[in-house]
T-cell receptor, first 112, second 114 residues
Framework: GQQVMQIPQYQHVQEGEDFTTYCNSS?????IQWYKQRPGGHPVFLIQ?????EVKKQKRLTFQFGEAKKNSSLHITATQTTDVGTYFC????????????FGKGTKLSVKP | NAGVTQTPKFQVLKTGQSMTLQCAQD?????MYWYRQDPGMGLRLIYY???????DKGEVPNGYNVSRLNKREFSLRLESAAPSQTSVYFC?????????????FGPGTRLLVL
């Protein structure tokens, strides 16, 4: 079935280091969404990518959607302790009436 | 606006007991969803309602039932709870009918089944 693979599962960084999480699908996605979940909290929407090769930035966060619309990445420059949490991608298959499948998430910890 | 609200926040059940998790949204959204989140498993869709009056199964519907009471409310019922249903349950909503839009999540219900 449809599956979104997300790596790594965990990432420990020193404050100020960069961080990247990757999502891959074996089949083409309609779009991909990214969410952040703080410890003990609920997922919060960050961004949605729709176009092939799309790149979007939010301050220190850079989101990319692959040319084939099968992979995506989230890169954080110069991590801060406020970046701690789990980052999820969610791939949409088959358009708005299809399926939204979440990756298992990457848990980021930042050492001050 | 409160956004998406869920009750209760915490619940402990014994095996075989039943309960209903309540969810309400005040954003006039069309679609509502129920997910469960287990360690290392990410979010898995239990049921969703693309619009008022419709419900559909997600990835893990067994052991659950849902009711879209009106446009605002979407409840999840466990008829006979099992330890495997120990999880954190999130309700979500989105404006569009379907999955192509941002989902707004509630604070979650932590359920422990003994």
């Amino acid at each position: 079935g449809q599956q979104v693979m997300q790596i790594p599962q965990y990432q420990h960084v020193q404050e100020g280091e960069d961080f990247t999480t990757y999502c891959n699908s074996s089949t083409t996605l309609s779009n991909i969404q990214w969410y952040k979940q703080r410890p003990g909290g609920h997922p919060v929407f960050l961004i949605q990518l729709v176009k092939s090769g799309e790149v979007k930035k939010q301050k220190r966060l850079t989101f990319q959607f692959g040319e084939a619309k099968k992979n995506s990445s989230l890169h954080i420059t110069a991590t801060q302790t406020t970046d701690v949490g789990t980052y999820f991608c969610a791939g949409l298959y088959g358009g708005s009436q299809g399926n939204l499948i979440f990756g298992k998430g990457t848990k980021l910890s930042v050492k001050p | 606006n409160a956004g998406v609200t869920q009750t209760p926040k915490f619940q402990v059940l014994k095996t075989g007991q039943s309960m209903t998790l309540q969810c309400a949204q005040d954003m006039n959204h069309n679609s509502m969803y129920w997910y469960r989140q287990d360690p290392g498993m990410g979010l898995r869709l239990i049921y969703y309602s693309a619009s008022e009056g419709t419900t559909d199964k997600g990835e893990v519907p067994n052991g659950y039932n849902v009711s879209r009471l009106n446009k605002r409310e979407f409840s999840l019922r466990l008829e006979s709870a099992a330890p495997s249903q120990t999880s954190v349950y999130f309700c979500a909503s989105s404006e569009a009918s379907g999955f192509g839009e941002t989902q707004y999540f509630g604070p979650g219900t932590r359920l422990l089944v003994l």
